[in-house]
């Protein structure tokens, strides 16, 4: 039984530009199916089918089943051809997302590093502006203790200025008083000059020590 198998098979190879012909023109194969039906082993002989079926049967069932794998191999590789752009376009997909996760993590990453830069100068800044703060703070301080010795320093002018104004009101005083004094003195020299006159012509002895007193040469 096996013997005839073999003899089967190699008289359909021997005969395989032929019937590769009928297959792929009346059936509708490609080459590639007819060379795969071909290398295909059976799963059951021939004698074990004419069991089963009459020769006719067999042969009508043959035609059958070779008409029908070819429209179904077909239908498989149009699914399969199909399958595969779809998987052409997934890879794509997924090459093209892939790419897109890249750059943004790129830029999530130039981002992040770029937000720290910006932290830094921004802590760099408020440390500069406390600073500035500080620094006003305490000239606000020096203004403050300016100030408050501007007003001890216009107070003590003030009160230099009133002792001035005393003072200058008890010059022109002393000076009222001094010319008093001078025309007192002067009335005084006055009336002593009219004594002398008077003692000179009236007395004519005088002794000496009411010259000197007198201041009479």
Avoid: C
């Avoid at 992040?112 to 800044?125: A, S």
């Avoid at 403050?144 to 007003?151: A, C, M, P």
């Avoid at 005393?166 to 004594?195: C, F, H, M, P, Y």
């Amino acid at each position: 039984m096996t013997g005839t198998h073999e003899q089967d098979l190699k008289f359909i190879i021997k005969l395989d530009t032929e019937r590769k012909k009928v297959l792929r023109v009346s059936l509708g194969w490609t080459m590639a199916d007819v060379e795969r039906a071909i290398a295909q082993s059976p799963s059951v002989t021939v004698e074990e089918v004419l069991k089963v079926f009459s020769q006719e049967e067999w042969n009508e069932l043959s035609l059958r089943l070779a008409s029908f794998g070819g429209s179904e191999t077909k239908t498989r590789q149009r699914q399969q051809a199909s399958q595969k752009r779809l998987v052409t376009i997934r890879d794509k997909s997924i090459v093209t997302l892939n790419e897109t996760i890249a750059a943004l993590q790129e830029q999530i990453r130039k981002d992040k590093k770029q937000i720290e830069i910006n932290k830094k100068e921004l802590e760099e800044q408020h440390e500069r502006i406390n600073e500035q703060r500080k620094t006003i703070l305490d000239q606000k301080q020096e203004i403050i203790i300016q100030e408050k010795q501007i007003e001890i320093h216009q107070k003590t002018l003030n009160e230099n200025l009133q002792a001035i104004k005393k003072l200058k009101k008890g010059s022109e005083i002393l000076i009222e008083e001094n010319e008093q004094l001078r025309d007192i003195a002067e009335s005084q020299n006055q009336t002593l000059v009219k004594i002398k006159n008077f003692i000179m012509s009236t007395i004519k002895y005088i002794p000496n020590e009411i010259k000197k007193l007198l201041d009479i040469g």
